[in-house]
DNA sequence: CTCGCGAGTTTTTTT
DNA sequence: AACTCGCGAG
């Protein structure tokens, strides 16, 4: 026990060591979170003052959830598994299988990603013949998550207006629609454990008797659900309930967007009556350049809960600040200086590129490409969001349930087997009159598209009754040559590197078998671990990225980078508009949540943080002219060192050629003219003003000349004044000096 | 019914 | 720039 607690500081000693009781640990970036988490599990097993199997941990990511469970696994001389650890996702698909009956499941249930969920809302309109121009897909969905996060039920939304009826319609729809197709969205996990355990007494007490000891890491990204959630759990902080321990850091709240309620740690203070507020300041990560800039950085934002890091590892190194011509001339100068650190004996995979949206990976990607650089990038396209491998999937969860319209409307006709719009649209019609599954419709179905598709329902009883008996993976192998997946792709011309994704799908599904045995909890029953085997593909993505093991450098975007530490730092593209993004730019809410974005990326930096930003960018296919970042002029001056000439004159104008420090090659194209060009403008407005022209507004201060429309008196310039925002200006009207 | 082309749209972040 | 969707020809 007493090696357990060395080398702990005071602080983190004091929470680790905590009585049974509800406790907040606020704990800044670098300050020993994870090891506190599991060290307090470690210590209450090893006291005697619980056995595994009360222990209850939540995390964030799966990742997080594996890496908490080998520390204690190492920690600890016991079998740690009778521990529940996992994400809240994958915590309640647990206990949705496990109670399925009394959730209003079968057993074999599906799991709809996000791209499923939104097929399936695609298809709800479709049959519904609800126009989707008024109602778009994405927002509907959005809109149904969101009540779900929020715990509300179609019945109990309030809706004052007509849209937000016709919405909760729609919602309701779709709840009937996933109810009939035995599905599950991501929210409804959560929403359906959430009912089972208010509205089923015994099964909630069995849970609150059984977790004494609930802790919870990034406390600060859960959600409204999550947090009533765990309050169930916890018995509502009742005497005799569970103690809830959570860690978590306001100024790391990332994901406001997708229902984070950073207000929860506030009221978890108040409602559980939290006697142990620790602060964990002490930073063992970065050094205190980089710290203090932080430091500075989220100073600006309101409403904290309050935390200043520091460290005793000494200043370090400056920050270095690079301004560049434009998104190319960033990217070359980005990948010469890691060169250059390789060169000098840096690993590559500590060194991260860090960019605020994946767009932006692309440039980086080519000239590390072309320097021959190796580099790994992080999310984009996951493995199992590829089409191949959904494709598959579709056919093995139509084994698992033929039930599930969205697997089924993917590949009834994929490889195609001439079943086209008509016969689907027949279907479709039939399986809302006999209010079946599609799958279940078919033997109604006469004439040809009867034919056609019985058929294929015949190639998916035949897939089932072979595959009754295979282990997982000859399984897989099987349903991806009888259902002709594998004869498509080796048709196809580019469909070398789908085929190698499908053959990989068979190794995953070796390794989940692998995992699976070692777990030994494994559903009875036919296509039982077929059906775990789907849960593990929605709820895990997979980091199933080339080369884990190879040396290559690290590209993510700022929000995949939380929880990662580099000896090495680059954050690119700090441009007004980029990041802060211009979607949160103009609500106070939305640009402190990008601020705790910037600081959580500079505080990924162990040794060496740099930061740039370029004139000119392309992005969706136009050349923009951004603002450098004002996040930039929130770091004090003495902690910087710019590579570049400082350029006072606001912050980078595009219109000044050659400000790229002198990196940018000569026979580079120029900007502006490619812009002139894209939008089709005239090269020069009035008072030879031009595009990426730097000029000053008497009310809204300095900006640059982005857009122009119109011409002679009609003539609109749309200019970027950066914290004043993006404006479309009169020329006749608007005063503008040319800077 | 299938395939190919062109128009139109998109993108912030992800369990 | 890249992807999706709708339309028209075969």
Redesign the pocket.
């Known amino acids: 026990m007493s090696n357990l607690l060395a080398n702990l500081n005071e602080q983190q000693h004091q929470a680790v060591t905590l009585p049974s009781q509800h406790a907040l640990i606020l704990a800044g970036a670098g300050s020993g979170k994870t090891r506190v988490l599991t060290t307090r599990i470690a210590w209450l097993v090893q006291s005697g003052q619980a056995s595994p199997a009360e222990i209850l941990a939540v ?5 997080a959830a594996k890496e908490m469970h080998a520390r204690l696994a190492a920690m600890l001389p016991i079998n740690t598994r009778s521990m529940w650890i996992g ?4 915590l309640c698909n647990r206990l949705l299988r496990a109670h399925h009956r009394d959730a209003g499941l079968p057993q074999l249930f599906q799991i709809l ?2 791209g499923d969920q939104l097929a399936a809302i ?1 298809r709800l309109l479709k049959t519904l013949n609800v126009d ?1 121009e008024k109602f ?3 927002e509907l969905q959005h809109f149904i ?1 969101g009540q779900k996060e929020a715990g509300f039920r179609p019945h109990a939304v309030e809706a004052w207006d007509e849209f937000t009826r016709q919405r909760v319609q729609l919602y309701q729809e779709y709840e009937a629609q996933c109810q009939r197709e035995s599905v599950v969205d ?2 409804e996990l959560l929403l359906r454990t959430y009912e089972l355990l208010e509205r089923n007494e015994p099964i909630r007490r069995h849970y609150q008797r059984r977790f004494r000891h609930i802790l919870v890491d990034e406390f600060q990204d859960t959600n409204v659900l999550q947090y009533r959630w765990l309050k169930l759990l916890a018995d509502e902080g009742r005497e005799g309930g569970a103690s809830l321990f959570c860690v978590g850091d306001d100024d790391q709240s ?5 229902g984070a309620e950073v207000g929860n740690m506030r009221d978890f203070e108040r409602e559980f009556r939290v006697q142990n507020v620790i602060r964990l300041e002490q930073n063992y990560r970065s050094r205190g350049n980089i710290l203090d800039a932080a430091n500075a950085i989220i100073r600006n934002n309101s409403d904290r809960l309050g935390k200043n890091l520091w460290t005793d590892q000494g200043a370090g190194e400056p920050i270095r600040v690079f301004e560049a011509f434009s998104d190319a001339d960033e990217a070359r100068w980005l990948v010469d200086e890691v060169r250059g650190l390789v060169r000098d004996g840096a690993l590559r995979s500590e060194i991260a590129l860090l960019y ?4 932006q990976s ?1 440039v980086l990607e080519h000239q590390l490409f072309t320097a021959g650089v190796p580099y790994r990038v ?3 396209l ?1 493995f199992f969001e590829r ?1 191949e491998i959904k494709h598959a999937l579709a056919y093995l969860r139509l084994i698992a349930n033929p039930d599930d319209d969205t697997a089924f409307a993917r590949v009834v ?1 994929f490889p ?9 649209e027949a279907l479709q019609d039939a399986a809302r009159t006999y209010n079946t599954s599609l799958y279940a419709t078919v033997p109604h179905l006469s004439g040809k ?1 009867g034919t ?1 598709l019985a058929q294929f329902v015949r190639l998916v009883e035949d897939l089932r009754r072979d595959t009754a008996r295979l282990p997982l993976p000859e399984l897989i192998d099987h349903v991806l040559d009888a259902s002709g997946l594998r004869a498509h792709y080796k048709s196809e011309k580019e469909g070398q590197e789908r085929l190698e994704n499908l053959d990989e799908l068979l190794g995953a599904g070796s390794n989940f078998v692998a995992e699976a045995q070692a777990d030994a909890e494994v559903l009875a029953g036919d296509h039982a671990l077929l059906a775990d085997f789907l849960a593990h593909a929605s ?3 997979g980091d199933h990225q080339a080369d884990q093991g190879a040396d290559a450098v690290q590209l ?5 980078a939380k929880g990662l530490e580099f000896n090495v730092v680059f954050v690119s593209g700090l441009e007004e508009g980029l990041f802060p ?4 730019i103009l609500e106070a809410e ?1 640009l402190e ?2 601020r705790r ?1 910037m600081y959580v990326a500079v505080t990924r930096a162990r040794e060496r943080l740099y930061l740039s930003f370029a004139q000119s960018r ?5 050349t923009r002219y951004n603002l450098r970042s004002r996040f930039l002029e929130e770091i004090p001056a003495g902690l910087v060192k710019w590579l570049t000439p400082p350029n006072p004159r606001s912050m980078a104008g595009g219109a000044l050629a050659g400000m790229g420090g002198g990196y940018f090659k000569p026979g580079a194209s120029v900007a502006p003219v490619a812009a002139r060009q ?1 939008r089709g403008t005239s090269a020069h407005l009035p008072n030879g003003l031009r595009i990426g022209q730097s000029v000053a507004h008497a009310k809204f201060g300095q900006g640059v000349i982005v857009a122009a429309e119109g011409s002679g008196s009609d003539a609109k310039v749309q200019i970027n004044f950066g914290p004043a925002g993006v404006k479309w200006l009169l020329l006749a009207v608007a005063k503008l000096e040319p800077v």
């Open positions: 995390t964030f990511t799966n990742k994400t809240f996702h994958g990603d996000s695609k989707d778009p897909p994405r998550n991501f929210a990332i994901y406001r967007f997708r605020r949206s994946n767009a692309r992080y999310g984009g996951r089409q006709n195609t087997r001439g079943i086209g719009a008509r016969s689907l598209a056609v709820l895990e993505a993510m975007t700022v929000h995949s993004h211009e979607n949160s939305g949540e990008e974005l392309m992005l969706h296919g136009q894209a």
